[in-house]
């Protein structure tokens, strides 16, 4: 992952880092409420969205940390644990990683 100057850009790469497999597979795992603790996406709401296309549509549903933090959480179920590291060193322990509220 190149360094990401804030958390949507490093939540792009990363999706953008996934190979194509593993990106149907995290989109499969959104889906899941029980591992979000709250509402999935429902499956019309993913088909055939891109890497951009999927970032967009977390941010809008979660802001910008909680989308990461969605995202961190299916990769580790993924057991896609240096993409983790890379994710939330970036996001969550950046010093300027302002959290961004719900829009949508």
């Known amino acids: 992952m190149a360094l990401a100057s804030n958390p949507r850009e490093a939540l ?3 999706l953008n880092d996934l190979e194509e497999n593993n990106f149907k597979i995290l989109k499969f795992h959104l ?4 591992l979000l603790g709250g509402p999935g996406l429902g499956r019309g709401e993913l ?9 967009s549509r977390l941010i809008s549903m979660y802001g ?3 989308a990461v933090k969605v995202v961190l959480k299916v990769l580790k179920v993924m057991n896609l644990l240096e993409l983790v590291d890379q ?4 996001c969550l322990n950046g010093k300027d990683s302002k959290s961004e509220g719900r829009s949508g």
Do not use: P
């Not at 889906?31 to 029980?34: E, F, H, K, L, S």
């Not at 994710?87 to 970036?90: A, K």
């Open 87 to 90: 994710l939330s060193h970036i």
């Open 12 to 14: 792009l790469q990363a």
């Open 31 to 34: 889906r899941d409420r029980t």
């Open 47 to 55: 088909e055939g969205l891109s890497q951009v296309d999927l970032a």
């Open 64 to 66: 910008t940390q909680e």
